[in-house]
């Protein structure tokens, strides 16, 4: 069974640094595309980077290019997000995903981790 | 980056209706579109990808259909556990973007 949990979410103040880790298992990890996205409260999804299986393409949305870094760990089969200079609009649940077949849309989803960036 | 507009943003249905979502992309998109159900406190759940392929294990009532800069998702049938939020999403170029969702209520 494929699983995806996160962790590291919690309160931040602006200007802030917080690590969110996805742990992935029930399939070969490092074959596979993965994927952050949030969903501010009440609001909708927004995705947020990509990284592919190797490592070798790296993507982001604009709204948090230069402050947030996505890398993975294939021995691990961790996902990671990197987020500094955290601001009040990064308030969201985050959710790691996986890319099917690479293609850019996400078939399993963990359960979501919330960030808040509070003073 | 290429904007996800859905109609209408919320609706109230009863159990046994037939209902539609639409979708518009701002440019085309071929048919690189997918369609996900998310329920309050949840993770989004994939339902359609490539436009109009169900994904394993979501019912036939469920389907998709378009291309290009317009799509639709149509439940045949409503049923209680498919009152939910349903979000498009286009993968055709980065940013992959998502629609502002649409809420279907119960009637």
């Known amino acids: 069974e494929v699983q995806l949990v996160e962790s590291g979410g919690g309160l931040v103040k602006p200007g802030g640094s917080l690590r969110l880790s996805c742990a992935a298992s029930g399939f070969t990890f490092s074959s596979y595309s993965m994927n952050w996205v949030r969903q501010a409260p009440g609001k909708g999804l927004e995705w947020v980077s990509s990284i592919s299986s190797s490592s070798s393409y790296i993507y982001y949305a604009d709204s948090v290019k230069g402050r947030f870094t996505i890398s993975r760990d294939n021995a691990k089969n961790s996902l990671y997000l990197q987020m500094n200079s955290l601001r009040a609009e990064d308030t969201a649940v985050y959710y790691c995903a996986r890319d099917s077949l690479a293609l850019g849309y996400f078939d399993y989803w963990g359960q979501g981790t919330l960030v808040t960036v509070s003073s | 980056a290429i904007r996800m507009t859905q109609s209408p943003s919320s609706f109230s249905a009863s159990t046994g209706d037939r209902v539609t979502i639409t979708c518009r992309a701002s440019?085309?998109?071929?048919?690189?579109l997918a369609w996900y159900q998310q329920k309050p406190g949840k993770a989004p759940k994939l339902l359609i990808y490539?436009?109009?392929t169900l994904q394993s294990g979501v019912p036939s009532r469920f389907s998709g259909s378009g291309s290009g800069t317009d799509f639709t998702l149509t439940i045949s049938c409503l049923q209680s556990e498919d009152f939910a939020t349903y979000y498009c999403?286009?993968?055709?170029?980065?940013?992959?973007?998502f629609g502002q969702g649409t809420k279907v209520e119960i009637k």
């Open positions: 999403q286009q993968y055709y170029s980065y940013s992959w973007t």
């Open positions: 490539a436009a109009s």
């Open positions: 440019q085309g998109i071929s048919s690189y």
